[in-house]
């Protein structure tokens, strides 16, 4: 069956949040474990990339940067305190 | 002057002729404690001589994954006011044309936003804001996009692309760098905000190849304005040169790199076939000589600044390419190289460090594109010359 974008959205989300503390996750991480697992049901990088776009722009996830840029759930930073 | 920290070593570098960064931040510092608090834990490192900063990952706008650069001070009880000290990046404008309205505008916002210290402008090219607090970071976002500017790039993400001021102001430039520049920012914003690359990526656009903006040590691909056939001699002006007193055998014919000129002291002949484009002759006369009137650009892919692997200069991928708008052509070309080194580079590896991993003849193969002599980096080096079996 067929995915729409807010599948991908959601399954994104979900590796996010099962990675958060454990594993940081880049985009293209995202893009290629979506594409190996719902390729078949219609998901490409242009679909991957505008579910990047939705979760970043409703707040559920936000860009961070450790010597290279990563997708995390929002949190406070060690170094703020 | 309200009461600054006591600094005798930083004062030393107020000395001298020369501007000096300390004299502004005390300037600044009459106006914003963030900038004295800046001065006290400066003087404290270079009496330890530690840093004392601490880098920040999170912080940013909403929406973007660029533009923000998180710093903390990890003595903030001793220097409350710099306990967040975040710089942001601002797109500047295609080659740094400012009216003083805007510049105005921009400082009045970072008076009251932030340290009220700017650099202009960071080797990125972006307007540097330096020294602000996680708080403000989206009310000056907002400030700033009602003066019609935006954050630039960070991280792994396209990097605000820079050029030199091109025909605004200079004769020599081979095409408009200024309009590719405001283009191709426009074009790949999303690459620009919101980072999906293995790390960062720098275009940067000069008009001529005597690279004010130094592309070729700078960016990753470095787009250098060039002509492809006689360079514009003005033989009366040539003449004039020599009569009063130029030595155009020593300072313009020995000097070329090209050795392709020659001067029996009445007419100067260039062999332009083998002139290699390196503008000395037309910078040392420039009322004699100018580029040809067929140009466009070189593009150089892979430098790179030495971090692990030691620095790169860009080299030759495509030797000529006319620059016009819509600038299809190129577009297509950079949309290939990030395709194939998205895919494949490894987490932090710059593209110029990626083509090393894998062979130049490979990644031209996986970006579509004929190897040619002008690729060769070096003499004797790898000429990218490959035989299929069956013509073995
Ligand atoms: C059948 C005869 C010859 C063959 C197959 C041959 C082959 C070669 C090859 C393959 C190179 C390397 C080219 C490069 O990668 O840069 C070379 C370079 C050279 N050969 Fe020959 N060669 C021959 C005869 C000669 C003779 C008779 C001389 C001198 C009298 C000579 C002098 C040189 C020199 C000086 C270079 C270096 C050129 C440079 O600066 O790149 N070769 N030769
Ligand atoms: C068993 C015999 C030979 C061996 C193993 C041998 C090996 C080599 C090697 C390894 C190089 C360096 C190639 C490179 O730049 O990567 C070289 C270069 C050269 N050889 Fe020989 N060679 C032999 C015989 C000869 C003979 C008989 C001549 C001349 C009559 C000759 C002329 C040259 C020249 C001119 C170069 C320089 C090419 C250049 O500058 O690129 N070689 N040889
Ligand atoms: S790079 Fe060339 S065209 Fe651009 S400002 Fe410098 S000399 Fe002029
Ligand atoms: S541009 Fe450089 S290589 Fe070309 S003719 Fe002038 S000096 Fe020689």
């Known amino acids: ?81 | 002057m309200a009461d600054l920290p006591n600094t005798p070593k930083l004062d030393e570098l107020e000395k001298g002729k020369w501007p000096s960064f300390v004299k502004e931040i005390k300037m600044a510092a009459k106006k914003s404690p963030m900038a004295a608090d800046l001065l006290g834990q400066l003087e404290q490192s270079y009496n330890e001589k530690i840093g004392h900063w601490k880098h920040g990952g999170i912080v940013g706008v909403m929406g973007y994954g660029g533009g923000v650069i998180g710093r903390y001070s990890d003595l903030p009880d001793k220097w409350p006011n710099i306990s967040h000290f975040h710089t942001m990046r601002i797109n500047q404008p295609a080659g740094w044309f400012y009216t003083s309205e805007a510049l105005r505008k921009i400082c009045d916002i970072w008076e009251k936003r932030g340290s009220g210290l700017t650099n202009m402008h960071g080797s990125t090219g972006d307007i540097i804001l330096l020294g602000t607090t996680t708080d403000q970071l989206e009310p000056t976002f907002s400030d700033l996009q009602n003066i019609n500017f935006d954050i630039g790039g960070s991280g792994s993400d396209l990097r605000t692309p820079s050029c030199c001021c091109g025909m605004a102001r200079c004769e020599w430039a081979c095409y408009d760098t200024m309009a590719l520049t405001y283009d191709l920012t426009m074009h790949y914003q999303d690459e620009l905000h919101r980072p999906a690359f293995p790390y960062k990526f720098k275009f940067k656009m000069a008009g001529c190849p005597n690279d004010c903006v130094a592309s070729i040590a700078r960016s990753d691909l470095s787009i250098i304005g060039i002509w492809r056939d006689e360079i514009q001699m003005d033989k009366a002006a040539v003449k004039e040169y020599a009569d009063k007193g130029m030595d155009i055998q020593h300072d313009v014919v020995d000097r070329c790199p090209g050795k392709c000129m020659e001067w029996d002291g009445k007419e100067l002949k260039i062999e332009n076939s083998y002139c290699k484009k390196c503008m000395h002759c037309i910078n040392v006369m420039p009322k004699a000589l100018r580029p040809g009137k067929d140009r466009g650009a070189c593009l150089l892919l892979g430098s790179k600044a030495p971090i692990i692997e030691g620095a790169m200069l860009s080299s030759v991928i495509v030797p000529f390419v006319k620059l016009e708008p819509p600038y299809d052509d190129i577009k297509e070309l950079i949309d290939n190289i990030w395709d194939v080194w998205c895919e494949e580079g490894k987490n932090r590896e710059r593209v110029g460090e990626f083509i090393q991993r894998v062979g130049m003849g490979n990644f031209l193969d996986a970006i579509g594109l004929e190897p040619v002599a002008e690729m060769v980096a070096h003499p004797r080096e790898n000429p990218y010359v490959f035989y299929g079996e069956d013509e073995e």
């Open chain 1, 1 to 81: 069956m067929a995915k729409t974008k807010e599948d991908v959205v959601e399954a994104m989300f979900k590796m996010v949040k099962e990675a958060q503390g454990q594993k940081k996750l880049k985009p293209m991480d995202l893009t290629k474990a979506m594409i190996e697992l719902y390729g078949d049901e219609g998901v490409d990088k242009q679909m991957c990339k505008d579910a990047i776009k939705e979760l970043i722009n409703s707040g559920r996830c936000v860009y961070t940067y450790y010597g290279g840029s990563y997708i995390e759930i929002p949190h406070q930073e060690g170094a703020a305190n």
